[in-house]
């Protein structure tokens, strides 16, 4: 049955391709975003583009008239910024979107948050969405996201009808974060190996994802209020992912060997740079990015399986493969 739907960030990785899958199932997709050319891909697909910040509460507001469901997939997702940032588009934003989703009776809300609140610099595998979280939290990124999800379950008990997804590490063609991150770095000099590369770690090809959120739409009634991990469900290696990524590309891998120890130093006189003297520029390495790279961490999605009927559909190979060839046909041009 075609709905009338509405992307805030739909102009992202995420959004754009969720966008553009609603689109190709019969439903009326509009997209909020701030990415004009985005905007005028997806305008010239037949999709709605209404370009706005997500701190612009009119417009959000606004944008929700009429609409059926809502996926909130906008949010200020980075390893570094400032915390005033990051509180104004991840919590902000989404108390506009429910404010909104409220005040025009959007029948569900789908709300895009992250298992980087789990992260607390150790290792843990088939972590459930149930379990306990870190006293503190490893960046501001993952505590606005949080409080983003207070927000949202605050919701849910007013009445309004929530689901949560938590996917982590979303790869795939179109992306410009995680592995091309590590691409460029072994490109400029060298990608820094910590621990050996050995920590075990999950990825999920955007589409996997995509999938699941497709799934939100329909959910039974006692999925609402709840969150999901999503993940492709096979754990692998960095130094694997590494591998693989590199010999489909045809690229030497210049990495170097690092200890955590090493790693988490430079990464704190590199973020003191930033906060003093480079205007707060992203560095090359933080804190954080160091503890991903070396500490392992895994999902339980058993519950995406059990309640939501997920199933990866897209297998880690599969996504890499795909990745790897749009990746050498945009820098063969």
């Known amino acids: 049955m075609m709905k009338r739907v509405l992307v805030t960030g739909g102009t992202g990785f995420l959004g754009q391709k969720l966008a553009t899958r609603l689109q190709d199932n019969g439903h009326l997709v509009t997209v909020i975003g701030r990415n004009e050319m985005a905007g005028r891909y997806l305008t010239d697909r037949g999709i709605a583009f209404v370009q706005a910040d997500i701190t612009d509460r009119e417009a959000i507001r606004h944008a929700c008239k009429g609409q059926e469901i809502v996926f909130h997939a906008a949010?200020?997702?980075?390893p570094w910024g400032k915390y005033t940032d990051m509180y104004a588009t991840n919590v902000e934003g989404t108390i506009h979107t429910i404010e909104g989703c409220k005040a025009h009776g959007v029948e569900r809300l789908v709300h895009v948050s992250t298992p980087s609140i789990y992260f607390d610099f150790e290792d843990r595998l088939d972590i459930k969405e149930s379990a306990p979280l870190p006293r503190r939290f490893a960046n501001p990124y993952a505590q606005t996201k949080y409080l983003a999800e207070l927000e949202i379950e605050?919701?849910?008990q007013g009445g309004l009808a929530t689901i949560t997804i938590r996917p982590r590490g979303l790869f795939g063609p179109g992306d410009n974060a995680v592995l091309p991150r590590l691409i460029r770095a072994n490109e400029e000099k060298f990608v820094p190996l910590v621990n050996g590369g050995k920590a075990t770690?999950?990825?999920t090809y955007v589409e996997n994802v995509v999938d699941a959120l497709l799934l939100c739409m329909d959910s039974p009634t006692r999925t609402l209020g709840r969150a999901f991990n999503i993940t492709n469900g096979e754990p692998?290696?960095?130094i694997d992912v590494l591998r693989e990524v590199f010999q489909r590309l045809g690229m030497p891998l210049r990495a170097k060997q690092i200890s955590y120890r090493e790693a988490y130093a430079a990464a704190w006189m590199l973020e003191l740079a930033s906060k003093t003297?480079?205007?707060?520029r992203e560095p090359v390495l933080t804190r954080y990015s160091v503890g991903v790279l070396a500490k392992s961490q895994t999902?339980?999605?058993?519950r995406a399986k059990d309640e939501l009927g997920y199933q990866p559909r897209v297998s880690m190979q599969e996504g890499i493969e795909l990745f790897t060839k749009w990746w050498r046909t945009q820098h063969e041009r």
């Not at 949010?75 to 980075?78: L, M, Q």
């Not at 999902?299 to 058993?302: A, C, G, T, W």
Request: glycine share 4%; proline share 0%; no cysteine.
């Open 75 to 78: 949010a200020f997702s980075s």
């Open 299 to 302: 999902l339980d999605i058993s």
């Open 201 to 203: 770690i999950d990825l």
């Open 277 to 280: 003297v480079l205007g707060y």
């Open 236 to 238: 692998v290696t960095m």
């Open 154 to 156: 605050k919701a849910f």
